[in-house]
């Protein structure tokens, strides 16, 4: 390396994620735009979709707009709606509590296992009541949920569950692939994924009873695509649906992305665990916590230190953000946010979401990220002098 190329690199501001580019996108993309069918359900979303159940092993895939609208309408395909309530983590991304809010129905914020960050079974079963319509999951990180514990609850309650695997693509745990857990499992491809079609999502339903409406509900509350499958031969409007379709010039991205989806999680892999091996003596000597699920289990979408308080988890970000680094810290508990006061309770005071948040810092991690990259970035988390 020459001493100009040391000092640019040194001057680089290494941003937080980076969208995955594969080879394909730009040929597939334009193989759509000569074939005149643009809009959704052509051939690369047949492609996209087979793939995705490849990976997933879920029964079912519709390819939608986002993961937000996948959980949407998840609510309405569950009738979830005003006077029920909905189990779910408090350190969550919105989109899973804005689905239920937005039925009618109340949002119950539980606490989470310190260790994964994931909902605290425990704390599901204390909550489950006569108005309990679902219990909602997310895998966070991609590190799976204490899933025998919530199927078991689940069970005995006759509950079903929304599973947002949003960052899961590829956990598993056992025999269960994330994105089965639930009866319906919303995916997202926004360019912040290891997978992405820029902005995108899927429902994966694992209740063959559901895919019908599901179908309808995506396409306007149209039986379109009974129709294009030649199954009823005029479609109509037949229940209260939306647009939550993906355009095949999305699905063109994410096919082409889903190819890759192995060179994407080796090249992830690749940087998770180069941050895990090297900052092991730094964090055992500083009180910090290194995320540390079993490796293959988890989807390597994010890689967090646990700090040991929320001085220096805001002396850490500053730091790095000195040399050029951005990490960030992960969720504003929901129950403590001003939607979910309004739109939800808590049964008691959710200290482990709060600490949580008030002490994790995710660190810089894509596929295709620079050797040099990571080496700054430890570089830079080990000079960080800790408590
Ligand atoms: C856990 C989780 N769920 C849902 C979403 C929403 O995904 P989308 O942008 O595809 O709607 C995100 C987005 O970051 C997320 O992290």
Not at 71 to 81: C, G, K, P, Q
Request: aromatic share 6%; charged share 20%; with cysteine.
């Amino acid at each position: 390396m020459t001493i100009d190329q040391h000092h640019r690199l040194k001057r680089e501001v290494i941003p937080f994620s980076m969208p995955y580019s594969s080879s394909n996108e730009l040929a597939n993309v334009s193989e759509v735009l000569r074939s005149g069918h643009v809009h959704g359900d052509g051939i690369f979303t047949a492609r996209a979709t087979e793939r995705l159940l490849g990976i997933t092993t879920a029964d079912h895939a519709l390819l939608t707009t986002s993961a937000t609208h996948a959980l949407e309408m998840a609510s309405v395909l569950l009738n979830i709606t005003d006077g029920d309530e909905v189990i779910l983590p408090s350190f969550t991304f919105p989109s899973a509590a804005d689905a239920v809010a937005r039925t009618g129905a109340t949002c119950v914020f539980v606490d989470i296992d310190p260790a994964t960050g994931n909902i605290d079974p425990q704390q599901v079963s204390e909550a489950v009541g006569p108005r309990t319509k679902a219990i909602s999951i997310m895998h966070y990180g991609g590190v799976p949920v204490q899933i025998d514990a919530i199927l078991s609850i689940a069970r005995d309650h006759d509950l079903p569950i929304i599973e947002d695997n949003a960052h899961g693509l590829g956990g598993r745990s056992g025999e269960h692939r994330l994105g089965t857990v639930g009866v319906l499992a919303a995916q997202s491809f926004h360019d912040t994924k290891n997978v992405h079609s820029g902005e995108g999502g899927a429902l994966l339903i694992n209740d063959p009873s559901l895919v019908e409406r599901a179908e309808i509900m995506r396409e306007k509350g149209t039986n379109r695509s009974q129709f294009l499958r030649g199954q009823v031969d005029k479609y109509s409007w037949v229940q209260i649906g939306s647009s939550y379709l993906m355009s095949e010039l999305n699905a063109a991205v994410l096919d082409s992305q889903l190819a890759a989806f192995d060179d994407i999680q080796h090249a992830r892999f690749g940087v998770w665990d180069r941050y895990s091996l090297e900052l092991e003596e730094w964090a055992a000597e500083n009180g910090v916590r290194r995320m540390s699920p079993p490796h293959g289990i988890h989807s390597a979408h994010v890689f967090y230190l646990v700090m040991p308080g929320w001085e220096s988890q805001t002396a850490l970000i500053s730091h790095l953000r000195a040399a050029g680094i951005i990490a960030t810290f992960h969720y504003v508990p929901l129950d403590s946010s001003p939607a979910g006061r309004r739109y939800g309770r808590v049964l008691q005071p959710l200290t482990q979401s709060e600490d949580f948040s008030r002490r994790i810092v995710r660190l810089p991690l894509w596929a295709g990220m620079p050797e040099d990259y990571v080496a700054r970035v430890i570089a830079a988390v080990v000079e960080f002098p800790g408590r």
